[in-house]
């Protein structure tokens, strides 16, 4: 496993994920039998929708007699258990997505599993029963109950997710800050017709782990949504075997020869925010001079973040480059010869540059959004 943390340096819940490709929950259907046939070739999965409390239970049969596939059972956390436990000896991360009505519905499951799974509320389904019952949908237009569920369950000291609908919320980029501020750790998000461009909107606006959810049932449809900021795909109604399996080949692949496997695309080329580790020194009309207004760092302040985060590192010199350091450097898909001269004088493969050009991203991104958070704290 140590192998796949080294390839996509992806944890959840503590563990390692050996490939960024996930089964999404379908009611009635992803349960651990679902995930044991595929397992081979997914890093992560959500079992159910699993309704836990009365008013979902009820919601679920009145679905269920209308020829909706559901979940049906008499005691919610017997059923947990049994799924729970047949799928403790496989290597994919088992998250249980969750259908309550209230904050403590989804406590009380917390109690009973602690940190053995991911929880992950369902704040996507579109039934009138489930809206009804104060779930699903209903969320995402009551996004303080929502907020109050994830802060109830983070209080029980377990890896929070929330699946929802793109273009449901008022705005999505707002939704995604609210939940990353309640405490969640995961967005899953089923981006309907919205393609990558709501990906990168969602990125850009919390730096939560994204999941991206929708069609994304080939490679180039995959690397569109990495290129643009999900951190995992995943699948439900094609999610099979033959499917999963190209789909973990290609990306292994991919990550292996390039080094990082949903590197941004250039901020010019119209990637999320990860991309300001590839942007120059702002001298010029580009998208970076935009891009630093809107998200409130001065010229100097941008220059000074980039000097100090690759201090000590590979990209800290490199005076045969066009500004004179690589951490002003392109991807290393764009042609350049001075870099490339560079990195082979320094010794340094085009894989390490990327990772090299990975961790800066992450000190950018670390440095922007924990400011935010510490100014919204209460002094």
Known sequence: MMEAYDRFELLINDRIVKTPVAIASMAGVVDAGYVLERAAHVGAAFIGGYSIDGPTLDASRRMAAEGRREFLYDDPLDALAKEIDALKGSDVITGVNLRGSTPAAYVDVARAFEDRVVYEIDAHCRQPAMLEAGCGEYLLKHPSKLTEIIRALKSANVTVSVKIRAGVAADDRDLARAIWKAGADILHADLMDYGYARVRQIRNASPLMLIANNSLNTFDKAMDAFSHGADLVSLARRSDPWTLAGLDAAITRYA????????????????????????????????????????????????????????????????????????????????????????????????????????????????????????????
Not at 357 to 369: A, D, Q
């Open 256 to 379: 292996d020869e390039g080094g990082w496997y949903n590197a941004p695309k250039q901020l010019c080329r119209g990637g999320d925010i990860r991309a300001l580790t590839f942007c120059c020194m702002p001298v010029k009309a580009c998208p970076l001079i935009p891009t630093l207004e809107k998200i409130g760092l001065s010229r100097n302040e941008y220059l000074k973040l980039k000097q100090e985060a690759v201090k000590g590192t590979p990209l800290d010199d490199g005076k045969g480059t066009c500004f004179g350091g690589l951490a002003w450097c392109c991807k290393i898909s764009s042609p350049c010869m001075f870099r490339n001269m560079t990195l082979e004088q320094k010794g340094l493969s085009a894989q390490e540059y990327m990772r090299c050009k990975h961790r800066l991203s992450e000190k950018i991104l670390h440095r922007l959004f924990d400011e935010e958070e510490t100014a919204d704290e209460p002094s």
